[in-house]
C-alpha cells in the first residue's frame, strides 16, 4: 500500500497561481502512475492530470490543458501540480491518487482545499 499526503492548497483570486504536492511513502517501488483528481460541492470526482512514473508522459484534462503542469521528482517520491491561471470553477478539493498495476486508482489521499475567489 502506498500513503499520499497532500499539501499546498488555500484561496487565490482569479488569475493567480498555486503550487500542490503530494509526498508518498510505503510501497512505492511499484507505482505505474500518478495523478490529480478534483471534487467540487455537489459534483462528482473528476480527472485532473497524471503522469507516468517512468518516462514522465502526461496527461491533462481538456478543462486545465494549458494552465496546469503535473511534475514529479522521483527522489523524493512526490508529484506536484503547478497551476497557473485559476478560475473560480477550478475551486474543489483536489485528490492525489497513484496506479500501481497500471489498471486502476488504488491509493488515495486525504485531499486539500483550493478556492479561487472571483
Known amino acids: 500500500q502506498v500513503q499520499l499526503v497532500e499539501s499546498g492548497g488555500g484561496l487565490v483570486q482569479a488569475g493567480g497561481s498555486l503550487r500542490l504536492s503530494c509526498a508518498a511513502s510505503?510501497?512505492?517501488?511499484?507505482?505505474?502512475?500518478m495523478g490529480w483528481f478534483r471534487q467540487a460541492p455537489g459534483k462528482e470526482r473528476e480527472f485532473v492530470a497524471r503522469?507516468?512514473?517512468?518516462?514522465?508522459?502526461?496527461y491533462y484534462s481538456d478543462s486545465v490543458k494549458g494552465r496546469f503542469t503535473i511534475a514529479k521528482d522521483t527522489a523524493k517520491n512526490t508529484v506536484y501540480l503547478q497551476m497557473n491561471s485559476l478560475k473560480p470553477e477550478d475551486t474543489a478539493v483536489y485528490y492525489c491518487?497513484?496506479?500501481?498495476?497500471?489498471?486502476?486508482?488504488?491509493?488515495w489521499g486525504q485531499g486539500t482545499q483550493v478556492t479561487v475567489s472571483s
Open positions: 491518487a497513484s496506479d500501481r498495476d497500471g489498471r486502476t486508482w488504488q491509493d
Open positions: 510505503g510501497r512505492t517501488f511499484s507505482t505505474y502512475k
Open positions: 503522469i507516468i512514473w517512468s518516462g514522465g508522459s502526461t
